[in-house]
């Protein structure tokens, strides 16, 4: 079974609001990391966050960690139509040797 | 300039026929890895090598075999292809064999199997 697991699968909302997707994930983890797909392309790194970091931000992105919970959050606000794409969480684990594991990723579609 | 790239971008080939794909990184990186991302966009880690060796190996059939003639590249080879290879493969390399490290991915082969 997949390590995270995104929700929703699928957001839509409209240009300018904002967008939060959700990741939860089994086993304890070393860090968290997420990464945006727009159709037909690789995946783009965003953003790191270690597991005694509970927040990082990187321009219009928020990313929050609760290892508590085993749950972490990204927030896209002022969406653009160009945030459009999947976005996807991945965990990494030191008894996982250097594997990351990802989720099946939220598909965001931002409407102009 | 393309960091990562891989080739090539679309294959469609007939059950048992044999393929390879190939990829190339410019980052200097150390680390290497294939994914395998399915219909449902699952994305599954299926070798990881590290100057040249192996140091991951999912649960993968024997048929598909990586070669990694250097650092910068790392090929995939797919013997007796099955409907079931059908999927979107992705190279990927990172700076070193911590998970720590982000990962850069190539834009992708989409194989079909007929």
């Known amino acids: 079974s997949q390590q995270g697991e995104e929700d929703p699968q699928a957001l839509s909302i409209q240009e300018g609001e904002n967008a939060t997707m959700n990741c939860s994930y089994k086993t304890s983890i070393n860090n968290l990391q997420w990464y945006r797909q727009n159709s037909g392309r690789g995946l783009v790194h965003l953003i790191l966050?270690?597991?005694?970091?509970r927040e990082k931000h990187s321009g219009r992105l928020r990313v929050t960690l609760d290892t508590s919970k085993k749950s972490s959050s990204l927030l896209i606000t002022a969406s653009r139509a160009a945030d459009t794409a999947s976005y996807f969480c991945?965990?990494?684990?030191?008894?996982?040797?250097?594997?990351?594991?990802f989720g099946g990723g939220t598909r965001l579609m931002v409407k102009p | 300039d393309t960091a990562v790239s891989q080739t090539p971008k679309y294959l469609v080939t007939q059950m048992g026929n044999d393929k390879s794909i190939k990829c190339e990184q410019n980052?200097?990186?150390?680390?290497m890895y294939w994914y395998k991302q399915d219909s449902k966009k699952f994305l599954k880690i299926m070798f990881s090598y590290n100057n040249k060796e192996l140091i991951i190996n999912e649960t993968v059939p024997n048929r598909f075999s990586p070669k990694s003639p250097d650092k910068a590249h790392l090929n995939l080879h797919i013997n007796s292809l099955e409907l079931g290879d059908s999927a979107v493969y992705f190279c990927a390399s990172s700076q070193d064999t911590g998970y720590n490290s982000p990962l850069h991915f190539g834009n992708g082969t989409r194989l079909t199997v007929t």
């Open positions: 991945a965990t990494g684990r030191n008894n996982a040797g250097n594997m990351l594991t």
């Open positions: 980052l200097g990186h150390d680390t």
């Open positions: 966050i270690r597991s005694n970091e």
